[in-house]
């Protein structure tokens, strides 16, 4: 997933609801005409865009046996803060996962506190996003493949001006190509205990229309998880995040937003590189109960040997799991975090944080 601070605040929002579609009922024949409908309402809370309800409804089928579960779906939300957005995805997984496709349209209006060298600045920001990501599976565990995406904002200041730095980044148009890496050895992608995943992109963007702009990013995002004793998992995560100079700050590497660290609101440190280490111990209760306790620390800068110059942002907390389905292992997840400004963030979504 190609993480932005901003826009995509809406239209990832939406997406983590069709997410969870595929695992709220996994289809058991195959054929698309073997497939079935799944509608599922989820509420939901972060710093950024508040708390609110998304919806997401989705036809699923597989294409054969040995395949993933291929989901076409729609879904919406909508936030107390006036943010909303509505999505279009496709994921297609072809046989034997030879081949996998993921397409994502959405349409954001996304309301935020953007953290300047002047203050907090409550701005707007709206517009259109459009990916596609197809993989060729290379062995059942390690894919790769190419991505596209199409991306027109427009930023309004809620109040006061947008600072001169940032006025460039006001109404850009913007075409990337990348590459993605997935290797991925976890025994379950909904609740994994034991195993690894690597994924990483890299890509180039260009401004089209209006003055010539180009910039680059790459990521990795290292997972391993663990069990420990019959009922506990500790799960591990590790970012790395770069971009070049001229990366527009709403696709610049941000604690929060690349990483999916809890603690800090996404567009509040935000720089040209980024390193985070997050960990996590879940246990479980009982069959449908479970709790989290957790905790992680980044560094954001203009270059990987100035990270320590703007100090550490770490932040630690604790959650509560209830699994949804006695089917399949997918929980509805309330967390609360503290972070070293002594801030209180809460976070109410579906699924595990990494």
């Not at 497939?35 to 972060?46: E, I, L, R, T």
């Not at 703007?310 to 399949?328: C, E, N, P, T």
């Amino acid at each position: 997933m190609l993480a932005t601070a901003g826009l995509a605040a809406g239209p990832e929002q939406t997406e983590r609801q069709l997410d969870h579609i595929e695992a709220a009922q996994k289809a058991e024949g195959y054929g698309f005409r073997n497939g079935s409908v799944v509608v599922a309402p989820v509420p939901f809370s972060n710093p950024m865009i508040g708390s609110g309800l998304a919806l997401g409804a989705g036809y699923l089928f597989k294409t054969s046996p040995d395949a993933n579960t291929s989901v076409i779906g729609l879904g919406g939300l909508r936030s107390d803060n006036g943010s909303q957005a509505a999505a279009a995805r496709v994921n297609l997984a072809f046989p034997g996962n030879r081949w996998q496709v993921k397409a994502f349209a959405a349409r954001a209006d996304a309301v935020y506190d953007l953290y300047t060298g002047l203050g907090v600045l409550p701005v707007s920001q709206d517009g259109s996003l459009v990916r596609i990501n197809a993989a060729y599976g290379v062995t059942p565990e390690l894919s790769a493949g190419i991505l596209l995406r199409y991306l027109e904002t427009s930023i309004t200041p809620n109040a006061g001006l947008l600072p001169s730095s940032l006025q460039p980044d006001a109404d850009l148009e913007i075409g990337t190509f990348g590459l993605s890496l997935d290797w991925d050895r976890r025994d379950d992608s909904d609740y994994p205990t034991q195993g690894t995943r690597l994924t990483a992109f890299a890509t180039r963007s260009h401004t089209l229309g209006g003055l010539s702009r180009r910039y680059d990013k790459g990521y990795a995002i290292l997972d391993g998880y663990r069990p420990l004793g019959r009922r506990g998992v500790l799960a591990l995560r590790g970012t790395l995040c770069a971009a070049s100079g001229n990366t527009p700050f709403f696709d610049q590497c941000s604690i929060g937003a690349t990483d999916n660290m809890r603690g800090f609101n996404s567009t509040q440190f935000i720089g040209a590189r980024s390193v985070s280490v997050q960990a996590e111990y879940r246990r479980r209760f009982s069959k449908r109960w479970g709790g989290v306790v957790f905790a992680g620390t980044g560094w954001t800068g203009p270059e990987f040997g100035d990270l320590t110059q703007g100090g550490s942002h770490s932040a630690a907390g604790a959650g509560l799991r209830y699994r949804v389905s006695r089917k399949f292992p997918v929980d509805f997840s309330i967390d609360v975090s503290r972070n070293n400004a002594q801030e209180t963030q809460l976070y109410v979504y579906v699924g595990q944080r990494f």
